[in-house]
């Protein structure tokens, strides 16, 4: 194990990943990092860690074995109305209150990971719809990983994934069974009245962001948790620069904007404390 893990594997492992993405592997963290590589090793035909590491030393490390990596180092851990109060809040407050007179709404979930929480929002407003309570939409999609982008695109889920916070009822409404000869175990479609509005792309939050326009509300849940200080401020400033007046960022439940914005103004709303960009804050022209 020291072996196939020293301090000089894992320092090359830790700088490369948060040089890439910004998320940040400490010595708490070590073998967390060592366990998802020995995950991926397979995948590279390397019968350990050790090998990979002897390849990358001799050859270089290409492109495509450098964003399996990458990938495997990000957290998509997800599901199914993940955190309710977080969705009370968009359906009972946002949505029906704060977005009452806008013709339209715009909502980007910034790490989407495999589409769970787009297709929650999505369902919320289609139940808000059928009760007359809402207005046409947009929602943006983007995540650092293609790999869970490709799933969330697709709008399928396994049996496992879609068990995991989805009301039975929803599940019936919304989903549709289907047969995926790779696949012994049954998949799940959402159907063409959830991903009718959706736009998914890949993404990654520390480089150039594309141009994809202003937004009424962001949800970023346990992104920046890993982020270092700066990487953290400059995220949040860039969020601010595409919020609408009045915007909000949906952090995740153990992450604040202390000591990295004064942008945003803390507000309570029941169980739930949100972050709402002040309206001196003006979006980019």
């Known amino acids: 194990m020291q072996e196939e893990f020293s301090d000089s594997i894992f320092k090359y ?21 060592l366990s998802r590589l020995q995950n991926l090793i397979k ?6 860690v050790l090998s ?65 929480e787009p297709y929650t929002i999505a369902m919320i407003m289609a139940e808000l719809k059928a009760q007359g309570l809402t207005k046409p939409y947009e929602l943006l999609g983007t995540d650092i990983s293609d790999r869970v982008l490709k799933q969330a695109a697709s709008g399928t889920f396994s049996q496992l994934e879609i068990q995991r916070g989805l009301p039975a009822n929803l599940m019936i409404k919304y989903f549709e069974q289907i047969v995926v000869e790779s696949s012994s175990m049954p998949i799940y479609k959402a159907k ?3 991903s009718a509005f959706m736009t998914f792309k890949q993404m990654n939050l520390l480089h ?3 141009n994809f326009g202003t937004f009424d509300i962001i949800f970023c849940r346990n992104v920046l948790i890993y982020q270092g200080k700066e ?5 949040i400033a860039r969020f601010a620069n595409v919020l609408n007046p009045g915007g909000y960022l949906i952090l995740g439940g153990a992450e604040s904007l202390l000591q990295l914005s004064d942008d945003f103004d803390f507000e309570t709303h029941g169980n ?9 804050v003006k979006p980019y022209s």
């Open 231 to 235: 990487n953290k401020k400059n995220i």
């Open 52 to 116: 990979l590491w002897n390849d990358i030393q001799k050859n270089g490390l290409n492109q495509a074995a450098k964003l399996l990596i990458l990938d495997t180092a990000t957290n998509n851990e997800t599901s199914f109305f993940r955190d309710p109060k977080v969705f009370d809040f968009f359906k009972n407050h946002f949505v029906t209150n704060v977005m009452a007179q806008n013709p339209k709404i715009r909502i980007w979930c910034a790490a989407t990971s495999t589409g769970q």
């Open 208 to 210: 150039d962001w594309p």
């Open 272 to 280: 739930i404390c949100v972050h709402r960009l002040k309206a001196s």
């Open 192 to 194: 063409p009245e959830l």
């Open 43 to 48: 995948f590279l035909n390397f019968p350990d």
């Open 13 to 33: 492992f830790a700088n490369l990943i948060e040089k890439e993405t910004g998320i940040q592997y400490d010595e708490a963290n070590r073998y967390l990092l």
